[in-house]
């Protein structure tokens, strides 16, 4: 597979991985590899130019640490109200997208991407969908697990509280 260009930025380990992410879905799309052209926003966002086999592709991606399901309405709602030049993918890019997220984005109807490859990307302009789900993503392992009140460890404490 070939690589063209820089894919980091600001020493940003995520763009990199989406970099090398996107150039592998549209190599799976048509077959053929795809050289990016990247370039960062004044805001800080990343804009991704593509063109492979006569199609171009230009994408605003979105990074975010975290997106879940109490902040993805307000998100991708914001998102999907911004002003997008003609033939631009918006993508919101994150570690994890539950499959809560992933059907409010839908319902937004913004396209996303996690760092294992899980995606929907949607241009209904040029008849685009390219849709990847249940690709195993390390990156959910790493998340805290909530506290259990009634572990052993917990106990104690619960019942003292309940004692007073």
Request: glycine share 6%; with cysteine; proline share 5%.
């Amino acid at each position: 597979m070939k690589s063209c260009g820089e894919y980091t930025m600001n020493s940003d380990k995520g763009i990199a991985r989406f970099g090398h992410l996107i150039r592998d879905v549209v190599t799976d799309l048509d077959g053929t590899e795809s050289c990016w052209k990247v370039s960062e926003r004044a805001d800080g966002e990343i804009v991704m130019a593509s063109k492979t086999k006569g199609k171009s592709f230009r994408l605003d991606v979105r990074i975010r640490e975290r997106i879940t399901p109490q902040i993805a309405d307000d998100l991708f709602r914001r998102l999907s109200e911004e002003p997008l030049p003609e033939h631009v993918i918006r993508i919101a890019y994150a570690p994890v997208i539950s499959a809560r997220v992933a059907e409010i984005a839908r319902r937004h109807h913004v396209s996303y991407m996690d760092y294992a490859g899980n995606c929907r990307i949607v241009d209904r302009a040029a008849g685009l969908l390219i849709s990847r789900s249940g690709i195993p993503n390390d990156a959910s392992k790493g998340r805290p697990k909530t506290a259990d009140p009634f572990a052993p460890k917990s106990s104690p404490i619960v019942r003292a509280m309940l004692h007073e």
